[in-house]
């Protein structure tokens, strides 16, 4: 598979919490500019998104950022070249453990959960507390409140948006993988090693992966030879994939990956 970032093809890595329709303003900005976008979901959420929420499956609380890791894998590896790797949240930490694993071709990182090592800032522990404190939480999915999606996942989005976005896109969340980003189970990363281009996304009033864990992941993948840039976007929550100035977000990510070919 060619490694080339020059290539075509760009894998969309959705987060915690959402559906692969989450992407759909990336994917058709994209598109638009003659990329082949894939955008696969997690395990168990190939489903009726009704379903989802009435029936997650027995193994879904537990289910792991490895084995995340895994089913990217498989379908990354089968593609016939290697694709430009695009993650949000925890979905960019699922991308930092592809790149690590030497999948894809380059990565950009949206708002991503922290990698082995890393320790959250007070915010972003504050925004995570409500899921790791559960009894057992490990083991059972994690549904994010209407409250808290406002307040902490979109809170710079219109409430309109807010509001119809929590209603079609919002799904629960294995509880494990909250656990094993908290306390650096499964997560680290031969960061000196990388040899993918990597540019890591921040975003301002982010409050559940907030710029100060961004920085510090930026901080800890500048270790690699390979080019490793930062970006941060003013004015814009956890959410800046698909709220109002995503288009800034989706146009920095096509430039900066379109400039590793000149």
């Given at each position: 598979?060619?490694?080339s970032p020059n290539k075509k093809t760009v894998v969309l890595v959705h987060g915690a919490w959402?559906?692969?329709t989450s992407w759909n303003p990336f994917k058709e900005y994209f598109e638009a500019h003659?990329?082949?976008?894939?955008?696969?979901?997690?395990?168990?959420?190939?489903?009726p998104i009704e379903e989802i929420r009435k029936n997650p499956g027995d193994d879904f609380g537990s289910l792991s950022l490895q084995k995340i890791a895994d089913h990217y894998e498989e379908i990354?590896?089968?593609?016939?070249?290697?694709?430009?790797l695009i993650g949000h949240s925890m979905g960019g930490l699922v991308t930092q453990i592809l790149l690590d694993r030497g999948v894809g071709?380059?990565?950009?990182?949206?708002?991503?959960a922290p990698i082995g090592g890393i320790v959250a800032d007070f915010r972003s522990l504050a925004s995570a507390l409500p899921i790791i404190l559960r009894p057992s939480g490990w083991k059972k999915p994690f549904v994010l409140t209407k409250e808290a999606f406002d307040e902490n996942f979109a809170n710079t989005a219109p409430k309109e948006q807010r509001d119809a976005d929590y209603a079609r896109e919002v799904i629960p969340a294995p509880g494990r993988i909250f656990y094993e980003a908290a306390f650096s189970i499964g997560t680290f990363v031969d960061a000196k090693n990388r040899k993918q281009p990597l540019l890591v996304i921040a975003g301002e009033k982010d409050r559940t992966t907030a710029p100060?864990?961004?920085?510090?992941?930026?901080?800890?993948?500048?270790?690699?030879?390979?080019?490793?840039?930062?970006?941060?976007?003013?004015?814009?929550?956890?959410?800046?994939?698909a709220e109002p100035g995503w288009q800034k977000v989706a146009e920095a990510s096509l430039n900066?990956?379109?400039h590793l070919n000149s």
């Open positions: 598979m060619n490694a959402m559906t692969p003659g990329y082949n976008v894939i955008v696969p979901t997690w395990p168990y959420l190939d489903r990354i590896r089968a593609l016939p070249e290697a694709p430009l071709a380059a990565g950009v990182i949206i708002d991503s100060a864990l961004v920085r510090s992941i930026f901080k800890k993948q500048s270790k690699s030879k390979a080019r490793t840039d930062y970006l941060s976007f003013d004015g814009v929550s956890h959410y800046l994939v900066w990956a379109d």
